[in-house]
């Protein structure tokens, strides 16, 4: 059986100081064969790419949460693009646009992602993707890099949407631009219908699933920390919503995910 992939997670939380080692052995017990560790910050993009050197499971990315736009540097964007070069680092984010809670002066943060769209675009990576109150706004970047990646329907996804908030119908815009678009534990809120409209309308090939971790846990744990192990309870709803089984919802998602990150599960996980 293919275990789960969480495609979204912040393991370098301090949340996480304390027992990490417990949390990743969680995750194999949850048959969850890895998570990709996003960045937002210069730390803790070291930090990513320092976890993922200890743990087979994790995979590092790097990038500039829009919250960060307003002290980002072109020295620290050079320096963002030689990390991203490494070989471990498996995709550019996370990066965005948030209109929601505006730390960083809207204008910032469209350029701070264009640029970040650019470095993912000269070196070839996918993007991972944050959108909040901005799920019109961001198309037009996400567009202009679409095209300049010269995607073609049915060729590797270009970057992932990270816990999509839209409506299905702009879900299915980035779909059609390359992007997936990735449920979180937030599929099992009872009041988050567009959420499941999104699992249950759009065609399986294009989902991911992620925890979003230390945040976002599922219902049962409601205002305790998130961590890759819950991702299961993401799987499990989307599986339920589209009537298949759990095997086949984690199977076709961590598929999903290895296509868009080019990696594979560590041989002691995907055997096992
Ligand atoms: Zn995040």
């Not at 417990?22 to 070291?46: F, I, L, Q, T």
């Not at 675009?121 to 679409?146: D, N, Q």
């Not at 589209?242 to 990696?263: D, E, K, Y």
């Amino acid at each position: 059986m293919i275990p789960a992939f969480d495609t979204h997670a912040h393991l370098q939380d301090e949340a996480f100081a304390a027992d990490l080692e417990a949390v990743v052995r969680r995750m194999a017990e949850a048959k969850v064969g890895g998570a990709v560790v996003c960045g937002y910050d210069a730390a803790s993009n070291v930090a990513a790419l320092d976890l993922a050197s200890r743990f087979p499971p994790l995979f590092p990315a790097v990038g500039y949460h829009p919250h960060e736009a307003k002290d980002v540097t072109p020295s620290l964007l050079a320096e963002l693009e030689s990390l991203a070069s490494l070989p471990a680092v498996v995709a550019v984010g996370e990066i965005g646009l948030d209109f929601y809670r505006n730390h960083s002066p809207h204008d910032r943060q469209r350029e701070v992602l264009d640029a970040q769209l650019a470095i993912a675009l000269r070196l070839g990576k996918p993007v991972s993707v944050h959108s909040r109150a901005a799920e019109e706004e961001i198309f037009e970047h996400l567009a202009a890099y679409s095209r300049a990646s010269s995607w073609r329907p049915g060729g590797r996804p270009i970057g992932v949407m990270h816990c999509f908030g839209g409506a299905s119908e702009q879900a299915r815009r980035y779909v059609d631009i390359g992007f997936l678009v990735s449920l979180a534990c937030t599929l099992t809120y009872p009041r988050n219908h567009a959420a499941r409209t999104i699992a249950e309308d759009l065609p399986l090939e294009s989902l991911v699933v992620e925890t979003d971790s230390p945040y976002l846990p599922p219902q049962d744990r409601r205002g305790a920390r998130n961590e890759p192990a819950n991702v299961c309870r993401a799987i499990e709803s989307l599986a339920a919503l589209r009537g298949i089984s759990v095997g086949a919802a984690a199977s076709a998602t961590t598929v999903n995910a290895l296509g868009l990150f080019g990696v594979n599960l560590p041989a002691e996980v995907a055997l096992r």
